[in-house]
Structures are given as C-alpha cells and as structure tokens.
Nanobody, 122 residues
Framework: QVQLVESGGGLVQAGGSLRLSCAVSERTDRTDAMGWFRQSPGKEREFLTALRWTGGRPTYADSVEGRFTLSRDNAKNTVNLQMNSLKPEDTAVYYC???????????????WGQGTQVTVSS
C-alpha cells in the first residue's frame, strides 16, 4: 500500500515562509506524479503544483506562482514545497498526492497524505 507522509505545517506571520515535505513509500509508475493541493473550510480542494519523478519542471497555479517552489529529492523519495511570502489567504490544510498521471484534478490522484495545517496570521 502506498503511503505518503507530510510534515512541516504550522503557524507563521504574513510575509513569512514555511517548507512542507512529503515522503512517498515507493517511487514507481503508479506514483510518478506528485502534487500538492490545499483545502479551506467550505471550499473545494485547490491544485497548487505538481511534478513527475521521471522528469520535467513543476507547474504552478497562478495563486502561488513566484511564491511557492516544488522540488524533488530522488534519493529520499521526497518532494518539498517551499512557501515564501505567505498571505493569510494561504491558510488551509495542505495535502500531498501521488498518482500515475500528472494532473491538476484531485480525482486523478490515487494516494493522499493525511494533510498538514498551515495558518498564516495577519
């Protein structure tokens, strides 16, 4: 069973930074795509960024382009989301996801982490 373990959430002031990490238990065809999403109460799950282990550069949602950076650590089967210039509207539960196909749609990902809370105070 594929497992994703997230870490790194917390409370930060506006303008600050946080780094989230997601470790996946296996790096195979069925986990080639790794994505980050977030969800606030009453809102749909929102795509943030995703990459493929097999290559290519990450793609970002407009809402985080230029502020968030996704990177991969192949040796540790980990993806890291560096979040800078955080805003109160970035407050949400952040989820890591894995699937066999790169997509911006949550339904296309088969495996999900437990979620980690990010709170940005004004």
């Amino acid at each position: 069973q594929v497992q994703l373990v997230e870490s790194g959430g917390g409370l930060v002031q506006a303008g600050g930074s946080l780094r989230l990490s997601c470790a996946v238990s296996e790096r195979t065809d069925r986990t080639d795509a790794m994505g980050w999403f977030r969800q606030s109460p009453g809102k749909e799950r929102e795509f943030l960024t995703a990459l493929r282990w097999t290559g290519g550069r990450p793609t970002y949602a407009d809402s985080v382009e230029g502020r968030f950076t996704l990177s991969r650590d192949n040796a540790k089967n980990t993806v890291n989301l560096q979040m800078n210039s955080l805003k109160p509207e970035d407050t949400a539960v952040y989820y890591c996801a894995a699937g066999d196909t790169w997509s911006t749609e949550p339904s296309h990902y088969d495996y999900w982490g437990q979620g980690t809370q990010v709170t940005v105070s004004s």
